[in-house]
């Protein structure tokens, strides 16, 4: 069955970089996009970004273009996100989420079980 | 950006009663809508797709309705396990966006 499984929690100061890994099982990692969505405490959802693991396109929100980066390692069927110039609004629990298609849209099938990031000085 | 607002915020009910949860879009969004559930701790959980393509595992009390801008989540006869915080998500524009939540409590 599929599983995305991320990286543990991370404490980060203000100005720092934080990279949080999601490595997928259970399917073909090549075949679907991931997502990267965060919650900040008491916030709704906030979808990040997506990156297709099969062509290597990315496409980020306007409000975090220029400070978030996607990747990839394929070889370990795992999806990485960046996030840059940390500031305290960015403790938040991320998650990776798989895509699914289908005449309806897109919708996140799967979801990995979320990492906490806490930045403070 | 597409807003999404739910309605209520918070709910309470009891077992086995009816419940509906309503989401708006800012502007039409077609059939492009998604319902999750979330439990404290927990990623969310796809439930609905497209409107009112129930995710393969789902239990069928849930049911989905509507198209453009208003949308529903119907849970027929709540059970323990559904008292939970429930989104809805659109994906007409790639700039995908969730509503605020519903809180749905044990009355």
């Known amino acids: 069955q599929v599983h995305l499984v991320q990286s543990g929690a991370e404490m980060k100061k203000p100005g720092a970089s934080v990279k949080v890994s999601c490595k997928a099982s259970?399917?073909?990692?090549?075949?679907?996009?991931i997502h990267w969505v965060r919650q900040a405490p008491g916030q709704r959802l906030e979808w990040m970004g997506w990156f297709n693991a099969g062509n290597d396109n990315t496409k980020y929100s306007q409000k975090f273009q220029g400070r978030v980066t996607i990747t990839r390692d394929t070889s370990a069927s795992t999806a990485y996100m960046e996030l840059s110039s940390l500031r305290s609004e960015d403790t938040a629990v991320y998650y990776c989420?798989?895509?699914?298609?289908?005449?309806?849209?897109?919708?996140?099938?799967?979801w990995g079980q979320g990492t906490l990031v806490t930045v403070s000085s | 950006d597409i807003q999404m607002t739910q309605s209520p915020s918070s709910l309470s009910a009891s077992v086995g009663d009816r419940v509906t949860i309503t989401c708006r879009a800012s502007q039409s969004i077609l059939s492009y809508l998604n319902w999750y559930q979330q439990k404290p701790g927990k990623a969310p959980k796809l439930l609905i797709y497209a409107a009112s393509s129930l995710q393969s595992g789902v239990p069928s009390r849930f049911s989905g309705s509507g198209s453009g801008t208003d949308f529903a989540l119907t849970i027929s006869s709540l059970q323990p396990e559904d008292f939970a915080i429930y989104f809805c998500q659109q994906s007409y524009s790639t700039a995908y966006t969730f509503g605020q939540g519903t809180k749905l409590e044990i009355k």
């Open positions: 989420a798989r895509d699914q298609y289908s005449k309806g849209g897109h919708y996140f099938d799967y």
């Open positions: 259970g399917y073909t990692f090549t075949t679907y996009t």
